[in-house]
């Protein structure tokens, strides 16, 4: 063995060959904060982002059945048609915005997936996206990952975590290129309403923008109706929406997403899937046929089940002097817990060793969460009840 294979062995050397954007981006705030829950007894977890539902009983016997039928092979690249139809059925029944299914809509491997090729697809060299902080953990990376420029937009409980007209232009620049969307939005819950969007709507078409809508959670809209922005007038020609099947319908293993779009840039999204992902999982594809056709009543029952979590989560911590926004979707609360004194890491790290309660620190989401904490209410009633009861105990 030589010096320099010697060398190659080094961890250090290993280390500073790799790329650097990938080198200098930071773990992801929630896996590293969970990764010391996951290893407590009897913890109770208000963190993670995922339906606490089984998946609908149709969706399961149907993937059963599929297996049972020999459905274990690729599909096309851009997944089954069947599949492709129901979306758009789906989407034009639901929000009435028509999307042809063997151009328009291809299905990704969840919609972290469809994030990533929507973005890729469209960013040159520095290309700037505009996107309100705080956010979901992803959008900051997937954007430098692309060669793109982060261009995060403050947002506050002031104005319900949500952009406006006023505070986009603020962030303009001369590169920015793509508005990026998430609503309702993880970590607050906060969504547009009609007369919002159409404000943001206009801001798009006034500076040319191309815009990225990630609306994951829009069958989880519980103050008013979700409205697609690619239903506004000359919005449907510069949008990739994207949505899926994780949230809605309980299906967060089955990872099925979709983004619907322009022709050509679903094409150009679909020529990256084809070399990086080939196609969505098989058996995926035909459980999400199912929720669709057979578990909208399941969809139903689990938003009215959040429904009254939402409000039983909202009561507590105000009741408790932790000012609580009350969230228009999602499955999130982002209570302020500036008056314990406390940074949201402190507050989060001692509410899980002396109360043995888990929460998210809102740095987890940028630097704009400092002050306040996600709570997921994806959990039963009494585990919220418990939860609230040691939280308030350890407030005072």
Known sequence: MNEKTANIKNQKDISLRLNHKVRELKPSGIREFFDVVAHRKDCISLGVGEPDFVSPQAVIESGIEALREGYTHYTGNQGLLSLRKEISRYLQKEYNVYYDPNEEIIVTVGVSQAVDLALRSVINQSDGVLFAKPSYVSYDPMILLSGGEPQPVSTSAQDNFLMNAKSLEKQMKENTKILFLNYPANPTGASFNHKQLQEISDFAIENDLLVISD???????????HIPISAFNGMKERTVLLGGFSKGFAMTGWRIGYACGPTEWIKAMLKI???SMLCAPTLGQIAAEAALKNGIEDRDNMKEAYIKRRDLIVKGFNSMGLSCNMPAGAFYVFPNIEKTNLTSMEFAKT??????VAVVP????GQEGEGFIRCSYATSLKEIEIALEKISEFVK
């Open 215 to 225: 609306e994951i959670y829009a069958e989880l809209s519980y103050e008013f109706q």
């Open 362 to 365: 809102g740095t987890a989401f």
């Open 273 to 275: 899937h084809q070399y």
């Open 351 to 356: 509410l899980l060793d002396k109360k043995n």
